[in-house]
């Protein structure tokens, strides 16, 4: 069966400080991959999105990069966090478009 | 193009009643149309989904009602359960599996 590993699932973090989330999937190959971010009673915000290794589509210019260095490996980055990037910041897969997207746990970000 | 209107924003239903909740659109692009549950501290989980080529689809105590002229849709639970208390997000798929989500409505069932 299909799992998907998201980690840590809490963080704080001081403004100005880097950031590395790191989220896998097992039992499937060349998934679709995203990072979404949901702010406090807000919805979620597409932020990137990945069809394959190396092949990243960002949806919102911000202070946040994503990278795919393996095929079921997705990585959410940042080199000096904002007050602003506080959230809940959840990972997901699908096996293709139009069928289920399968969410992490997310990771809650608190910066300080 | 790219948003999805949900209202409302939170829905308070007794033990038994029947909640709705609506979504709008206004990409045609728009293809695949699914609903999430998702309680808190958790990531959301698919409730249910529909293509725009059906005007319904039932599972349970979820139903969902779709609109394709006037770019709307809903989801309709029956017999609404204090268990059912979540946030329910819509969502749409845009241009090649990337799911563009609602607001959110908070529901609460009273026992």
């Known amino acids: 069966s299909q799992t998907i590993h998201q980690w840590p699932a809490t963080l704080v973090q001081p403004v100005g400080s880097p950031l590395s989330l790191e989220c896998t999937v097992e039992?499937?190959?060349?998934?679709?991959l995203y990072w979404y971010r949901q702010a406090a009673g807000r919805g979620l915000q597409l932020l990137f999105y990945?069809?394959?290794?190396?092949?990243i589509s960002s949806e919102v210019p911000q202070n946040l990069s994503a990278s795919r260095p393996q095929d079921r490996q997705f990585i959410l980055s940042s080199k000096k966090l904002l007050l602003s990037d506080s959230g809940f910041y959840l990972c997901?897969?699908?096996?293709?478009?139009?069928?289920?997207?399968?969410f992490g746990q997310g990771t809650r970000l608190t910066v300080v | 193009q790219q948003q999805v209107k949900q209202s409302p924003q939170s829905l308070i239903v007794q033990k038994g009643g029947i909640s709705i909740i609506n979504c709008a659109y206004e990409?045609?692009?728009?293809?695949?149309f699914p609903w999430y549950q998702q309680f808190p501290g958790k990531g959301p989980a698919l409730l249910i989904a529909?293509?725009?080529?059906?005007s319904e689809k039932k599972e349970g105590r979820f139903t969902i009602s779709f609109n394709k002229s006037a770019k709307q849709f809903s989801l309709h639970i029956m017999d609404s359960q204090p268990g059912d208390s979540a946030t329910y997000f819509c969502?749409?798929?845009?241009?090649?599996?990337?799911?563009?989500f609602g607001q959110g409505t908070e529901l609460s069932v009273k026992p």
């Open positions: 039992g499937t190959s060349n998934p679709n």
């Open positions: 990945s069809v394959g290794i190396g092949q």
């Open positions: 997901a897969w699908s096996v293709r478009r139009n069928t289920e997207a399968f």
């Open positions: 990409n045609t692009a728009f293809d695949y």
């Open positions: 529909i293509r725009p080529d059906v």
């Open positions: 969502a749409a798929d845009y241009q090649g599996g990337k799911l563009i």
